[in-house]
């Protein structure tokens, strides 16, 4: 038993940071070449196969794709929030700069960017990278796939939020809809909702919704949602509630908990996905 023990201890050793990192790389090309076959057969309604949770999600890895125009067409992971939406300003500029030289040159050429990212998990910035190719006029990727949110990255994300608005009203706003990545992270986004209107003023990840009465929404079961928000934080600053949304990384309706804030005439809310049970 003993010798077991050192034996498998030895092999431990073996497994270094470098032999790690080697094979997520690894997973990474090949998830990348799998992706890009399956496009080159299917076009455009592979889409819908890269933005499941299924086939094209290995381990922390997920497939995303953008077109000429910085629009996000497909995303396995939490960017799926961006679908549909030009993400030209979202994406940090070492990948702005790669999937421009990407869509400049020639096709067939696997590419590597690398660039910083603030984890949030432990507020340290890190080293990331992403592997993509060119095919057609779309840049097809393979990122990292993030956890879903904690409550605690949900409350400070909601005080950033707050601070903004409170500082400048009109840019907290602006940058809220235009997807700023000061005001989204992971599978995490804003809204606000302007109390003397009733309206949706704000939205960081759905803007069919700017304008519309929010003590109508309801959810996919038909279930209210706005209005009881709306009762609760009547006479209250803080609060917080409970209900059934779709999510947007994973496509199916999960159990949420908005956490609520006024400032002002503003409601503000950021809702975090609880984990199944």
Not at 69 to 96: F, N, Q, W
Not at 215 to 238: C, F, H, N, T, Y
Request: charged letters at 25%; zero cysteines; hydrophobic letters at 40%.
């Amino acid at each position: 038993m003993r010798l077991i023990a050192l034996l498998w201890g030895a092999f431990a050793l073996l497994i270094t940071p470098a032999t790690v990192q080697a094979d997520e790389e690894q997973r990474a090309r090949q998830l990348l070449l799998r992706a890009v076959e399956y496009y080159q057969l299917q076009g455009d309604a592979a889409f819908a196969a890269f933005s499941r949770q299924g086939e094209f999600i290995d381990g922390e890895h997920y497939v995303f794709v953008v077109d000429t125009h910085g629009t996000m067409l497909a995303s396995g992971g939490t960017s799926a929030v961006l679908i549909g939406r030009d993400v030209t300003e979202a994406l940090e500029p070492e990948l702005r700069d790669g999937f421009r030289q990407a869509l400049q040159g020639d096709e067939g050429e696997a590419r590597v960017a690398e660039y910083r990212w603030m984890n949030a998990r432990d507020g340290r910035v890190e080293r990331k990278r992403v592997f993509f190719q060119r095919v057609g006029d779309r840049v097809i990727a393979v990122g990292l796939y993030l956890p879903r949110a904690t409550p605690q990255q949900a409350e400070h994300l909601l005080q950033r939020a707050v601070t903004a608005l409170e500082q400048d009203p009109q840019a907290g706003i602006a940058a809220i809809n235009a997807l700023s990545p000061r005001f989204r992270e992971d599978d995490l986004y804003v809204f606000v909702i302007d109390l003397d209107t009733g309206r949706y003023l704000a939205h960081g990840y759905n803007l069919r919704l700017l304008g519309v009465e929010f003590a109508s929404v309801r959810d996919p079961d038909g279930k209210p949602v706005g209005a009881p928000i709306l009762a609760l934080m009547k006479d209250r600053r803080e609060g917080g509630y409970d209900y059934r949304w779709k999510n947007p990384v994973t496509g199916k309706v999960e159990d949420k908990y908005a956490l609520l804030r006024k400032t002002g005439h503003l409601l503000v809310a950021v809702g975090y996905y609880k984990k199944p049970e």
